[in-house]
T-cell receptor
């Protein structure tokens, strides 16, 4: 079946521009996560949704970062006034159940380059 | 707070030899441990998990991992490495929240 789909695959933005990154989770998956992966690093947690509710946004680095999942399916991560330090791969993941035992299914990520 | 340490940036092994990729963790409460693999320009793929029960867990592609509570470790192992196993491997832990915390990754290089 279809996996987690992220778009665009690559995004180049000039410093100061706003960007929007989209995630289509696996159909029926309740939980959705966003991670940021800098070059040569492990994924860093950004935020987590259970259906449409954003339960944890403790990893968002600043108030320029905003995520939503209004209908409990597709999610958008928005970054306002992009800075060079925002350059990274943004990974979306979903899982079928809440709780700690379900593995996450990851998309291929969006590589954001801020020039 | 939850954390994961992967002490080796890179592991080199000859094809056919056994491999081990090390991981130690710190978490409040019971640990839920995972291994993921990442190929170039791809997302992470789930390999295996430890939730409870038998300390030796088996996963995809012939990989297994051993949970050691006293040493707070969860090392990834494979009896016979393949060149196609060359990739970036991440250990991850969940404590009492749904948040999954990743290590910095270990690059596995298998030489023919």
């Amino acid at each position: 079946g279809a996996g987690v789909s992220q778009s665009p695959r690559y995004k180049v933005a000039k410093r100061g521009q706003d960007v929007a990154l989209r995630c289509d989770p696996i159909s029926g998956h309740v939980s959705l996560f966003w991670y940021q992966q800098a070059l040569g690093q492990g994924p860093e947690f950004l935020t987590y949704f259970q259906n449409e509710a954003q339960l944890d946004k403790s990893g968002l680095p600043s108030d320029r970062f905003f995520a939503e999942r209004p209908e409990g399916s597709v999610s958008t991560l928005k970054i306002q006034r992009t800075q060079q330090e925002d350059s990274a791969v943004y990974l979306c993941a979903s899982s079928t159940l809440t709780g700690v035992v379900s593995p996450l299914h990851f998309g291929n990520g969006t590589r954001l380059t801020v020039t | 707070a939850q954390s994961v340490a992967q002490p080796e940036d890179q592991v080199n092994v000859a094809e056919g030899n056994p491999l081990t990729v090390k991981c130690t963790y710190s978490v409040s409460g019971n640990p839920y441990l995972f291994w993921y693999v990442q190929y170039p320009n791809r997302g992470l793929q789930f390999l295996l998990k430890y939730i409870t029960g038998d300390n030796l867990v088996k996963g995809s592609y012939g990989f297994e991992a051993e949970f050691n509570k006293s040493q707070t470790s969860f090392h990834l192992k494979k009896p016979s490495a393949l060149v196609s196993d060359s990739a970036l491997y991440f250990c991850a832990v969940r404590g009492n929240t749904d948040k999954l915390i990743f290590g910095t990754g270990t690059r596995l290089q298998v030489f023919p």
